[in-house]
T-cell receptor, first 113, second 114 residues
Framework: AQTIHQWPVAEIKAVGSPLSLGCTIKGKSSPNLYWYWQATGGTLQQLFYSITVGQVESVVQLNLSASRPKDDQFILSTEKLLLSHSGFYLC????????????FGSGTRLLVI | GDSVTQTEGQVALSEEDFLTIHCNYSASGYPALFWYVQYPGEGPQFLFRASRDKEKGSSRGFEATYDKGTTSFHLRKASVQESDSAVYYCALGDLTQVVGQLTFGRGTRLQVYA
């Protein structure tokens, strides 16, 4: 069975500090991977997607970057956090094709102060 | 661009009430429609999808029928339970894309009272 694990579960960080969030998918080879951001009480905004190792496409510019260093790993990062980065970050995977459903991780809750 | 509009805000029901959450979409390509459910502190969970006109999706007692004529995919359940309390998202994909880039609606919070 496929599993998706996100880390850390929660972070409190200072404005201007760096950030790195991670996501690992086990049990599925070459999945499509996604990062989503959700403001408190808000909708899900897609940030990045990746269809293969080393290739990441940006959907929305939020002063964040993403990388896929391994087939099963997806990293979201920034060198300088803004207050507006606070929220719930979700990693997801899917099979190839737009008709595939997403499986989301449990998310990382980020508070920037 | 493609968009999804769903019932705004919160829906409050009593147990065994009938549920309808409206979802309408606007898309230029070949849409696939999805429903997801999100419980507090968790990531969204896939409920079901439909990708053809008049196709019905269903799961856990919830159902929705893809209607191309009215560009709708309304979520319904005949008898809700307190455990159904959650946020429900309608989402739109484009079948012409190789990579899923789901566009989510703003979410509808369902609160069911015992």
């Amino acid at each position: 069975a496929q599993t998706i694990h996100q880390w850390p579960v929660a972070e409190i960080k200072a404005v201007g500090s760096p950030l790195s969030l991670g996501c690992t998918i086990k049990g599925k080879s070459s999945p499509n991977l996604y990062w989503y951001w959700q403001a408190t009480g808000g909708t899900l905004q897609q940030l990045f997607y990746s269809i293969t190792v080393g290739q990441v496409e940006s959907v929305v510019q939020l002063n964040l970057s993403a990388s896929r260093p391994k087939d099963d790993q997806f990293i979201l990062s920034t060198e300088k956090l803004l207050l507006s980065h606070s929220g719930f970050y979700l990693c997801a995977w899917s099979l190839e094709g737009a008709n595939s459903d997403y499986t989301f991780g449990s998310g990382t809750r980020l508070l920037v102060i | 661009g493609d968009s999804v509009t769903q019932t705004e805000g919160q829906v409050a029901l009593s147990e065994e009430d009938f549920l309808t959450i409206h979802c309408n979409y606007s898309a230029s390509g070949y849409p696939a429609l999805f429903w997801y459910v999100q419980y507090p502190g968790e990531g969204p969970q896939f409920l079901f999808r439909a990708s053809r006109d008049k196709e019905k999706g269903s799961s856990r007692g919830f159902e929705a029928t893809y209607d191309k004529g009215t560009t709708s995919f309304h979520l319904r359940k005949a008898s809700v339970q307190e455990s159904d309390s959650a946020v429900y998202y309608c989402a739109l994909g484009d079948l012409t894309q190789v990579v899923g880039q789901l566009t989510f609606g703003r979410g509808t919070r369902l609160q069911v009272y015992a």
